[in-house]
C-alpha cells in the first residue's frame, strides 16, 4: 500500500528551520506527512512538561544532537526516514476492513500479511526497546526507539490512521477543504490545524499549544487517569487507541462525506474539538509511557550500581 504518495508535498515558513536540521539529520528528503508536523509536535510539547525529572535526564540522554535537546524537535523524524526505511512505512498506520472496530489478530499486519507490522505493534515494540534503556550499550537503538515511539503515539491518535482499508485512511477520497482540492486524510492531518491555527491562534503554534494545555488543567482534568490507564500492569495499550481511532473515524472522520464533497464551516467547527482532544491525549499518553518505563529503568540501574 502506498498511501504516502497520495500525500501533498507542503512547506510551512514556520519549519523550516527544522526542516532543514531533520534533512541533515536522515540524509533523506522529508514530502509526507502524518498528523502534519505541527500535529506531531503539539503532541510532543504536550507530554514534555509531564515528564518526569528522572524521565526527563533519559530522555536527553537519548535525544541526538541535532534535537537541541528538544524532543518536538524530532517528532516528525518517522516520517522523514519512510523511504530511506521502506520496511517502516506500514507502522504508521492500521487499516481495518471497512469496519468501524479494531482486531489486533485480523487488522494489524503489512501487505504481505506480517503480523505486528502496524502502528499498535509499533507502539508495542518500540515500548518494550525502551525498557531496556540501562541494560543495553546500544544507544543508537535506543535512540530511534524514543523517536518512533513518540512519533506513532501521535500518529495512532489521529482517527483517520485507524481508517478503512479500502480508501486508504481516507487517503483516496477526494475532497473540498473550503475552495481547496485535497483528500479526506490530508484534512485531518492537516488542513483542520492549519485551518484552526489561522483563524484562532495567529498562526502562532505555541498558542494553540497553550489551548490545549489550559484543557488539560481545566475541562478534560477528570479524564487523564482515564486516558492513562490501560488494563493490568500493561505500560501502553495501542489497542485501546487503536479502537478509540476507528471509532472516531466512523462518528466523525468518514461520517457525512462522500468523494469530491466540500467540507467547510460545519466540518471544522464540529471536528476540530476532536483533533484538539485526540493531540492531548497522545501527549499524555506519551508522557505516561515514558514515565513507567524511564523511570523504572533508573530504579533498576540503581540497583545495580548498589550491588556492585
Ligand atoms: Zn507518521
Known amino acids: 500500500m502506498e498511501r504516502e504518495d497520495e500525500d501533498e508535498i507542503k512547506d510551512m515558513g514556520f519549519f523550516l528551520h527544522l526542516r532543514l536540521l531533520l534533512i541533515a539529520l536522515s540524509g533523506g528528503v522529508p514530502c509526507i506527512h502524518a498528523w502534519g508536523k505541527e500535529g506531531h509536535f503539539m503532541v510532543c510539547k504536550i507530554a514534555e512538561p509531564l515528564l518526569k525529572e528522572d524521565t526527563m535526564r533519559a530522555v536527553q540522554d537519548l535525544l541526538p544532537e541535532v534535537a537541541g535537546g528538544d524532543l518536538a524537535a524530532v517528532c516528525s523524524w518517522a516520517d522523514e526516514v519512510r523511504f530511506r526505511y521502506r520496511w517502516s512505512s506500514p507502522l504508521h498506520y492500521v487499516n481495518t476492513p471497512g469496519v468501524c472496530n479494531f482486531q489486533y489478530k485480523r487488522d494489524c499486519h503489512n501487505s504481505k500479511g506480517e503480523e505486528g507490522m502496524c502502528v499498535v505493534g509499533a507502539i508495542n515494540n518500540y515500548t518494550a526497546q525502551l525498557q531496556t534503556y540501562g541494560d543495553s550499550s546500544n544507544q543508537y537503538t535506543l535512540t ?161 550500581m548498589l550491588q556492585k
Open 144 to 304: 530511534e526507539s524514543l523517536m518512533f515511539l513518540s512519533h506513532f503515539m501521535g500518529d495512532e491518535h489521529q482517527p483517520l490512521h485507524a481508517g478503512f482499508e479500502e480508501d486508504e485512511g481516507g487517503n483516496t477520497i477526494r475532497v473540498r477543504w473550503y475552495r481547496r482540492m485535497t483528500n479526506l486524510h490530508h484534512v485531518w492531518d492537516v488542513n483542520i490545524i492549519e485551518t484552526a491555527m489561522k483563524d484562532f491562534y495567529g498562526d502562532d503554534l505555541s498558542l494553540m499549544i497553550d489551548a490545549i494545555q489550559r484543557n488539560l488543567t481545566d475541562g478534560w482534568s477528570d479524564e487523564i487517569r482515564d486516558w492513562e490507564s490501560c488494563s493490568g500492569k500493561l505500560v501502553t495499550c495501542p489497542n485501546k487507541y487503536a479502537s478509540e481511532s476507528i471509532r472516531l473515524a466512523c462518528d466523525y472522520a468518514y461520517k457525512d462525506v462522500r468523494p469530491e464533497s466540500t467540507l467547510g464551516d460545519d466540518y471544522f467547527f464540529s471536528r476540530l474539538p476532536i483533533v484538539q482532544k485526540r493531540i492531548a491525549q497522545a501527549g499524555v499518553r506519551l508522557a505516561s509511557v515514558l514515565n513507567q518505563i524511564l523511570d523504572a529503568s533508573v530504579g533498576k540501574r540503581m540497583a545495580r
